[in-house]
């Protein structure tokens, strides 16, 4: 297996892949195609980027419709600004008029680590999550991005995808195995029936890793990757709840509002499920690399498994 | 009242701080504190009617940075005031510090938080409207990117600007024609800005923006009554690193030791000649 990779410099070279043979994708930018790793893309396929300039708004908007008329346009800016700053852009243009619109939010959750708050975005799967006809989805390694990735440049559907900066260490073995189609989550491990920990994107590995640990200390878990957030996989939820009755979930994002909450908010008429849910308080966040400060949190693999020691108590 | 010699020894002092505290703190928008040095020493030390003392003074001048992101060179002037101690600036971006990237009012001297392009000038309408209302003679000052024009909240806040006719509030665009892609003509042409501010209401008036001279005068010089005031700074990015000067690449970049070594000496060398002045 190989070391891993960066999602962006994966979806990097998926799109120009597909963008080669398909003329109508195109990469949307708002001074952020060296961030979002397109510098590749804009080398191959110069005439299938489109500089919008500082104007998250407007990169959405003209996207729609070009969408329109057309053109698949994946629109990448840091996912605090995109989901943020352009919200009703994505909620009118894109979601409610159903225009075939991909939106890449970069450098997701915390990875601005001490640019602080502006740059964060620990409210984007709340607020996503809440607008209907718009897919939503946190991959946790390179094939899964990949596939992912390559599903989305086939679909008709508004969809936004949430990654991070990490270079995510491989979890699956290939691209089928990572990811199949959208509300399709997946069982990555499965030791027993003490507790079901879910979670996605970059914070999944951690999830694995505290599996992993808590097996050592005679706590049988099973971990969920909840990589299509929306649609979500209620069957899958409900399979792993018949055998656990216990679960935690563990998101870069805010307690409120995001996976955590979806996986609640599924169980919760079974009545018979508990869901812990690990995540960002909500209070202003501590600076600090993005590891010091999932410590500070207690959202490290470290922590999590003492956290799920006590509530196992 | 410091003399042009002064500020311009007090610029290149914050632009030896500030490369010193990127070069330590392994972060920082280098290429952008450069290009406004001179703004921001020119304004504290010679313009803003604001002290450490009188910061919470209702009648101060307010000064909001809407290019957030140049945040060090700001820390550097501040500390330089005395809103804080120099060597709070040692925990810059370190875990638990409140000096992150970019300007929050946890940090004393800072009013509002800034970060994400294109608030600023909205947040300067607001606070210049306040003063209108309330009849208070305070003056508001804003400091934009010229890739930050790219933002439409920049156009709504000018047009508003325009409207009630705000001549107690000074923007000034630091005109170093690059942002993080490349050249700002290239990535989004925003030109001719002069002419759109004008059009928006407002007086320009188009500096050098590393000339200390033409920045005193043209900040300190009383706005034309009913109008907003935009200062078109040409300026270079970079200024003060020979190497870094009108780089794009240096928009973010971290010097390397023998980088940060040969900046330090071109600094010291303009240090040492103007103290010889
Ligand atoms: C809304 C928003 N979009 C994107 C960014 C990321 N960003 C930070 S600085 C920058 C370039 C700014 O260029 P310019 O306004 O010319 O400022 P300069 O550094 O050249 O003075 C960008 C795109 C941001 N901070 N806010
Ligand atoms: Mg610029």
Redesign the interface.
């Known amino acids: 297996m190989s070391k891993g990779a960066k999602a962006g410099d994966v979806i990097c070279s998926e799109l120009i892949d597909a963008a080669t043979k398909n003329r109508d994708i195109l990469a949307v930018t708002s001074d952020s195609r060296g961030s979002a790793s397109l510098n590749p893309f804009a080398a191959a396929l110069p005439d299938q980027l489109i500089e919008m300039g500082i104007a998250e708004q407007n990169s959405v908007t003209v996207s729609a419709g070009m969408a329109h008329s057309g053109k698949r346009p994946f629109v990448f800016s840091p996912a605090s600004f995109l989901t943020m700053r352009s919200i009703e852009q994505v909620k009118d243009d894109v979601a409610y008029s159903n225009t075939n619109v991909k939106l890449i939010g970069i450098s997701g959750g915390n990875s601005y680590s001490v640019l602080g708050a502006t740059h964060h975005s620990l409210q984007d799967l709340a607020i996503t999550r809440a607008i209907p006809n718009l897919q939503v989805y946190m991959p946790a390694d390179q094939y899964q991005t990949a596939a992912l990735i390559q599903y989305l440049t086939q679909s008709a559907q508004p969809a936004y995808v949430r990654i991070g900066k990490k270079v995510l260490p491989d979890i699956y073995a290939d691209e089928a195995a990572a990811f199949t189609k959208p509300g399709k989550g997946n069982v990555i491990y499965d030791k027993g029936n003490d507790v079901t920990l879910i979670s996605a994107g970059e914070t999944l590995s951690i999830a694995l890793d505290a599996a992993q640990q808590l097996e050592q200390a005679g706590i049988h878990a099973k971990v969920v990757d909840l990589v299509s957030i929306k649609p979500l996989d209620v069957d899958l939820l409900n399979r792993m709840a018949d055998q656990t009755h216990h679960f935690v979930t563990l998101e870069e994002h805010s307690i409120y509002g995001g996976l955590g909450s979806a996986v609640a908010e599924a169980v919760a008429p079974r009545g018979d499920t508990k869901v812990d849910i690990i995540g960002f308080p909500d209070e202003p966040v501590i600076a600090g690399t993005q590891d010091e400060v999932f410590q500070y949190y207690g959202m490290d693999a470290a922590s999590v498994v003492k956290k799920v020691q006590t509530w196992l108590q | 009242m410091a003399t042009t010699r002064e500020l311009e020894l007090k610029a290149a002092e914050m632009r030896k701080a500030t490369w010193e505290m990127i070069y330590r703190a392994k972060?920082g928008h280098t290429g952008s504190d450069l290009s406004c040095a001179d703004i921001l020493v020119a304004l504290y030390n010679q313009v803003l009617k604001q002290t450490p003392a009188t910061f919470t003074d209702p009648n101060r001048d307010r000064y909001i940075q809407s290019k957030?992101h140049a945040v060090e060179i700001l820390y550097n002037v501040l500390a330089d005031q005395g809103y804080f101690p120099k060597s709070d600036l040692l925990t810059y971006?370190?875990?638990?510090?409140?000096y992150?990237?970019?300007p929050?009012n946890h940090i004393n001297g800072i009013e509002l938080?800034?970060?994400?392009?294109?608030h600023g000038l909205g947040l300067s309408v607001g606070v210049a409207l306040a003063g209108k209302l309330d009849h208070r003679d305070y003056h508001v000052y804003t400091l934009m990117g010229d890739?930050?024009q790219?933002?439409?909240s920049v156009w709504e806040a000018a047009m508003s600007a325009g409207n009630y006719k705000l001549d107690n509030l000074t923007a000034i665009i630091d005109h170093n024609r690059l942002?993080?892609?490349g050249p700002?003509a290239d990535?989004?042409n925003?030109e001719p800005l002069a002419d759109k501010y004008r059009a928006f209401g407002f007086d320009v008036v188009e500096i050098d923006g590393n000339n200390m001279a033409e920045l005193v005068s043209a900040l300190s010089t009383t706005n034309t009554p009913e109008r907003p005031k935009l200062i078109l700074a040409d300026t270079i990015k970079g200024k003060g690193i020979s190497f870094a000067e009108n780089q794009a690449a240096w928009h973010h970049k971290v010097p390397t030791a023998e980088q940060y070594q040969q900046g330090l000496d071109e600094l010291n060398a303009v240090i040492g000649g103007l103290q010889n002045e």
């Not at chain 2, 971006?93 to 409140?98: E, V």
């Not at chain 2, 938080?113 to 294109?118: E, H, I, P």
């Open positions: 972060t957030g971006s370190q875990f638990n510090s409140p992150i990237g970019h929050t938080n800034t970060g994400s392009l294109g890739g930050e790219a933002e439409g942002q993080i892609s700002t990535v989004m925003s």
